[in-house]
């Protein structure tokens, strides 16, 4: 007879935890989105789709300036001007006052050559997959606005500074392949 209420109390306790319903988390809302985003780009006709090398997706592009110089291979080492941003809210602008008057920066620049305006030197292959998909398509001299997917960027895990499943967003210039 006693084993009866433990039965039920365990009954009852499976019961509570089957029945709770899935709430969305901030990580679920900021997945959906940077996707949303990356999926708004993607049917601008403005931009121009690249498919990875390594199949896990494609970057979206805009020139912004072109040229006749050569293309770098995979293996090539690189010297490149650039900036890398995304938005903490992507419907809002990249500065906004909010409603208690508080100026937000909501363009976050995470990464950028502009201070100093000394290219950088990388392998091709070093990098995210999106930018070496971007670089691999490039011309030295050109100058492009690329977008890359979260699978093409730092993945559902992100780095030190910028979380999983952020969108990413490069102002890339290929000055020179060494």
Excluded: H
């Amino acid at each position: 007879m006693k084993r009866y209420p433990a039965l039920l109390f365990t009954f009852l306790m499976a019961l509570l935890f089957a029945s709770c319903d899935k709430t969305e988390t901030f990580d679920d809302q900021w997945k959906l989105d940077n996707e949303a985003q990356f999926a708004a780009i993607a049917a601008d006709p403005a931009y121009t789709k690249i498919n990875s090398q390594s199949g896990k997706g494609f970057v979206m592009y805009k020139k912004i300036q072109s040229s006749n110089g050569e293309t770098p291979y995979f293996t090539d080492k690189v010297k490149v001007l650039y900036t890398g941003w995304y938005k903490n809210i992507w419907s809002m602008p990249d500065i906004y006052t909010d409603n208690k008057d508080n100026i937000i920066y909501n363009k976050v620049i995470f990464d950028s050559t502009e201070n100093n305006n000394i290219p950088r030197t990388f392998s091709v292959n070093g990098v995210v997959d999106g930018f070496s998909t971007a670089l691999q398509n490039m011309r030295v001299g050109d100058k492009w606005e690329v977008w890359m997917p979260w699978k093409l960027a730092y993945g559902e895990s992100g780095n030190n500074t910028i979380a999983g499943y952020t969108t990413l967003v490069f102002e890339i210039e290929l000055v020179d392949i060494l």
